[in-house]
């Protein structure tokens, strides 16, 4: 699990946020990969698997209720 401690609130680095994302949040899964991952694992992830505008999809554990956005990748 990787746990949000830190979200961007300007420029380009806010696609957590536009994902609807929050500080806090705990990310369980990305794309149905649930492995323990850190940050660069995640960015390594989407950068070797995935292309502008494809969609990552992310499962998180929110005040204790498990929720899923799907974001499309600029």
């Known amino acids: 699990a990787l746990k949000i ?3 961007f609130e300007y420029g380009d680095r806010i696609a957590a946020k536009r994902a609807g994302l929050r500080k ?3 990310i369980i899964s990305v794309d149905e990969i649930d492995h323990s991952m850190i940050e660069s694992e995640l960015l390594a992830y989407s950068l070797l698997h995935k292309h502008a505008g494809d969609r990552l ?3 998180f554990l929110r005040d204790r209720t498990r929720k899923t956005v799907s974001y499309a990748l600029p």
């Open 5 to 7: 401690v830190y979200l």
């Open 57 to 59: 999809n992310v499962t």
């Open 24 to 26: 806090g949040d705990i």
